[in-house]
């Protein structure tokens, strides 16, 4: 079993920067893959962003150039670094933590951008 604990969401102005942080716990493999997809109200889940253990990143397009995602394998931590925030990017954010699919999910953790 494992657990993921998001972390980090808030309100903020377009333009501005928030950092998402997710800690997994329990039976955890640094193998495993981790992500963070988001979900806009009345949208369907969207993958956002996800690193693999030797540190190679995949990015939606809507994101490339604005978000960076990281990991520490010592603290059982992915990051999600969110520049240049934009309206359209407020959603309820969540880890995933994947060996085989469909793996775990966080609880998730708001995100709401202001104009």
């Known amino acids: 079993q494992v657990h993921l604990l998001e972390s980090g969401g808030g309100l903020v102005q377009a333009g501005g920067s928030l950092r998402l942080s997710c800690v997994a716990s329990?039976?955890?493999?640094?193998?495993?893959?981790m992500g963070w997809y988001r979900q806009a109200p009345g949208k369907q889940r969207e993958h956002v962003a996800t690193?693999?253990?030797?540190?190679?990143?995949n990015y939606a397009d809507s994101v490339k150039g604005r978000f960076t995602i990281s990991r520490d394998n010592t603290k059982n931590t992915v990051y999600l670094q969110m520049d240049s925030l934009k309206t359209e990017d407020t959603a309820v954010y969540y880890c995933?933590?994947?060996?085989?699919?469909?793996?775990?999910w966080g609880r998730g953790t708001q995100v709401i951008v202001s104009s």
């Open positions: 995933r933590y994947m060996i085989t699919t469909p793996g775990y």
């Open positions: 329990g039976s955890i493999f640094s193998i495993a893959v």
């Open positions: 690193i693999n253990s030797g540190g190679s990143t």
